[in-house]
């Protein structure tokens, strides 16, 4: 397609050389479809503003959280929280020592990462285990390290040698016991909350009621200690008093702890079963609150390009309906829904409307102004017009039958002054 000049520019002045003279603008270059260069980029910038706008801010919030994301996670109890609720301060500790720290948020990958000759940390779980992940956390042959764990998953570690009661009395505590974790740690302010049903149960810091702080069961060429109070892990009091120790002696026993944070929703097990029905085992991490951001980006697009009810459109009715028909229709309707009201209404309106248009009143005039004009042509009492025009709706059909009659004399009356 070729360019052509639109029929009312005139030709641009040139020089002898054919070139434009200076000072002259030169014509708009015609694109072959009556649109410069200029409105078809203001167009297309047009249609794809709001795209951009809405790219362009998805790409300044993703940038501004990842310029703002704490170098640590916020997650209670995990090893890379530097929070007053994190156990980072321990994690680091062990990692100097030689630990090796693995870091799990699901049952499935804690029970792949434990095994004989390591540490698995259970901490609290936010919502509570389901018993397949317990029985899965239970078969598995590493040392095992409870923190403030609930009543199933304790009985379940510990073969029912173990079980909470959760009625001690915090305070600080002596050991009173022979094992060496406990005995290295010393005197500890501790929350005791467990019993011991079983001979094998070694408990330490007892209170006075015979609830314990720790405890520890040895079974099956392994130990399952419970801590009762997650205090000696937390960065705020992991230095006091013995915690640090506590923590150190009962997490470091191996050269690799496996440090299980559960998740809220988690549901995984860790059985072969589970392994082969599923494609991918977990998802990568940050998988969740990429999700949640593409889930609120379709939702916005689906609102954004969603179709929206526009004016309405007239059309022309594909049969012919007599005027007749459709007042009768109407006095149908509204006599079977007993709307003696609106029938009223509608009658006054009409017949007031007709007097003012008669007697030469603007339709913005109010009731006043038209009650006053039809007494004036009528020499009718003023009170009986505005009660005929304006008056509350009659009670019965017989009273709205007889407004109607009463309503046509008045119009009757009225007449162009």
């Given at each position: 397609?070729?360019?052509?000049?639109?029929?009312?520019a005139?030709?641009?002045?040139?020089?002898?050389?054919?070139?434009?003279r200076?000072?002259?603008?030169?014509?708009?270059?015609?694109?072959?479809d009556?649109?410069?260069?200029?409105?078809?980029?203001?167009?297309?910038?047009?249609?794809?503003?709001?795209?951009?706008?809405?790219?362009?801010?998805?790409?300044?919030?993703?940038?501004?959280m990842?310029?703002?994301?704490p170098?640590?996670?916020?997650?209670?109890?995990?090893?890379?929280?530097?929070?007053?609720?994190?156990?980072?301060?321990?994690?680091?500790?062990?990692?100097?020592?030689?630990?090796?720290?693995?870091?799990v948020?699901?049952?499935?990958?804690?029970?792949?990462?434990?095994?004989?000759?390591?540490?698995?940390?259970?901490?609290?779980?936010?919502?509570?285990?389901?018993?397949?992940?317990?029985?899965?956390?239970?078969?598995?042959?590493?040392?095992v390290?409870?923190?403030?764990?609930?009543?199933?998953?304790?009985?379940?570690?510990?073969?029912?040698?173990?079980?909470?009661?959760?009625?001690?009395?915090?305070?600080?505590?002596?050991?009173?016991?022979?094992?060496?974790?406990?005995?290295?740690?010393?005197?500890?302010?501790?929350d005791p909350?467990?019993?011991?049903?079983g001979?094998?149960?070694?408990?330490?810091?007892?209170d006075?009621?015979?609830?314990?702080?720790?405890?520890?069961?040895?079974?099956?060429?392994?130990?399952?200690a419970?801590?009762?109070?997650?205090?000696?892990?937390?960065?705020?009091?992991?230095?006091?008093?013995?915690?640090?120790?506590?923590?150190l002696?009962?997490?470091?026993?191996?050269?690799?702890?496996?440090?299980?944070?559960?998740?809220?929703?988690?549901?995984?097990?860790?059985?072969?079963?589970?392994?082969?029905?599923?494609?991918?085992?977990?998802?990568?991490?940050g998988?969740?609150?990429?999700?949640?951001?593409?889930?609120?980006?379709?939702?916005?697009?689906?609102?954004w390009?969603g179709?929206?009810?526009?004016?309405?459109?007239?059309?022309?009715?594909p049969?012919?309906?007599?005027?007749?028909?459709?007042?009768r229709?109407?006095?149908?309707?509204?006599?079977?829904?007993?709307a003696?009201?609106?029938?009223?209404?509608?009658?006054?309106?009409?017949?007031?409307?007709?007097?003012?248009?008669?007697?030469?009143?603007?339709?913005?005039?109010?009731?006043?102004?038209?009650?006053?004009?039809?007494v004036?042509?009528?020499?009718?009492?003023?009170?009986?017009?505005?009660?005929?025009?304006?008056?509350?709706p009659?009670?019965?059909?017989?009273?709205?039958?007889?407004?109607?009659?009463?309503l046509?004399?008045?119009?009757?009356?009225v007449?162009?002054?």
């Amino acid at each position: 397609m070729t360019a052509i000049a639109p029929p009312h520019a005139s030709p641009t002045a040139t020089g002898p050389t054919g070139a434009p003279r200076p000072g002259t603008a030169e014509p708009p270059v015609v694109i072959g479809d009556s649109t410069t260069a200029g409105s078809r980029a203001r167009g297309r910038w047009h249609r794809s503003r709001w795209p951009l706008t809405v790219v362009g801010t998805l790409v300044v919030l993703v940038l501004f959280m990842a310029w703002t994301r704490p170098p640590s996670s916020g997650v209670r109890y995990a090893p890379d929280n530097a929070d007053p609720d994190g156990a980072r301060a321990v994690a680091e500790v062990l990692g100097a020592q030689g630990v090796d720290v693995t870091h799990v948020r699901s049952v499935a990958d804690a029970v792949r990462a434990a095994g004989p000759g390591t540490t698995l940390l259970v901490t609290p779980h936010p919502g509570y285990f389901e018993p397949e992940q317990i029985d899965s956390l239970a078969a598995t042959e590493a040392d095992v390290v409870l923190l403030a764990p609930d009543f199933e998953l304790v009985e379940a570690m510990t073969d029912g040698a173990v079980t909470t009661s959760g009625w001690g009395e915090a305070g600080v505590l002596q050991p009173g016991c022979d094992d060496p974790a406990a005995e290295a740690a010393g005197s500890i302010d501790l929350d005791p909350g467990l019993a011991g049903t079983g001979p094998d149960a070694v408990l330490c810091w007892l209170d006075d009621e015979g609830d314990a702080a720790f405890a520890r069961v040895r079974a099956d060429d392994r130990s399952v200690a419970v801590i009762d109070d997650p205090a000696v892990i937390l960065n705020e009091s992991v230095l006091d008093q013995g915690n640090a120790t506590l923590a150190l002696w009962t997490l470091g026993e191996h050269d690799h702890l496996v440090w299980f944070v559960p998740e809220m929703f988690d549901t995984s097990t860790g059985t072969v079963q589970e392994d082969r029905g599923q494609l991918t085992p977990t998802l990568p991490p940050g998988s969740a609150p990429v999700g949640l951001l593409l889930v609120v980006v379709a939702l916005f697009l689906a609102f954004w390009r969603g179709r929206r009810l526009g004016p309405l459109v007239t059309e022309d009715l594909p049969v012919l309906v007599r005027s007749a028909e459709t007042t009768r229709g109407r006095g149908r309707l509204y006599r079977a829904a007993r709307a003696r009201g609106h029938a009223a209404a509608g009658l006054r309106a009409s017949a007031a409307d007709r007097v003012a248009k008669r007697l030469g009143l603007a339709r913005s005039a109010d009731a006043p102004t038209v009650v006053d004009a039809v007494v004036a042509a009528t020499n009718r009492p003023t009170e009986q017009v505005a009660h005929l025009l304006y008056g509350p709706p009659p009670a019965d059909d017989a009273a709205l039958l007889q407004l109607a009659r009463h309503l046509d004399t008045l119009e009757s009356e009225v007449h162009r002054p």
